[in-house]
């Protein structure tokens, strides 16, 4: 299998029909043969319901729920262990994140043989409240780990199987998967800049 779609979620039921269809949409144009797994960390709305219809109609997808909200880093987990395709995509499920960037991705893991390339948004439309502290955790990060990347934070990912194979996610290390994959001896990491919808 091309591709798998790890997309953690919580009450996030408005956005779901529409990121699917998106993501059909380019997997098919491209050609992928591809998997997508909603993690749904504990919703209180309507998000199983939906991922439930969509499964229904699309045996490419699949569902994984909790019982409470147990954070990002266990739905990462947990979804990252179930992953059968050769490239790995994290992305968010509000669609901050464009599935017409994962051919670019794909192609840049696959024919340029990166571990990891990790989407930079460049361009921002959050408020100063959370780009100033954002830009502290970067710089930090960057100091501390030597990993040379603008945006750790940012859900649009794509990693080589084998990373997520070999890594763990808790607490609130999804914001660190980078610097935990560099420890576990995957150095090839690149970034590549990405849409913030």
């Not at 599935?99 to 989407?119: A, C, N, Q, T, W």
């Not at 990912?157 to 609130?172: F, H, L, P, Q, T």
Request: negative net charge; hydrophobic residues 40%; contains cysteine.
């Amino acid at each position: 299998m091309d591709i798998s779609i790890v997309i953690p979620l919580l009450n996030e039921d408005e956005s779901l029909p529409e990121l699917h269809d998106w993501i059909v949409k380019v997997m098919d144009e491209n050609k992928f043969s591809y998997e997508i797994f909603f993690v749904d960390d504990g919703s209180k709305d309507k998000s199983w319901e939906i991922i439930e219809a969509l499964a229904a109609k699309n045996a490419a997808v699949k569902g994984i729920q909790f019982r409470r909200n147990y954070g990002k880093s266990a739905a990462l987990n947990v979804g990252f262990a179930e992953t059968q395709g050769d490239v790995v995509f994290t992305m968010d499920a509000d669609l901050q994140d464009s599935p017409d960037e994962l051919p670019e991705l794909y192609k840049r893991v696959v024919e340029e043989g990166f571990d990891i390339i990790s989407g930079w948004k460049k361009k921002r439309y959050d408020p100063i409240t959370k780009t100033i502290p954002t830009k502290l955790f970067n710089a930090a990060t960057r100091y501390i780990s030597g990993i040379k990347l603008n945006d750790f934070n940012c859900g649009l990912k794509a990693y080589r199987s084998d990373v997520v194979k070999n890594i763990e996610v808790y607490g609130e290390m999804h914001r660190y998967i980078p610097v935990i994959a560099k420890w576990a001896g995957f150095t090839r990491i690149g970034e590549q800049v990405v849409q913030h919808r």
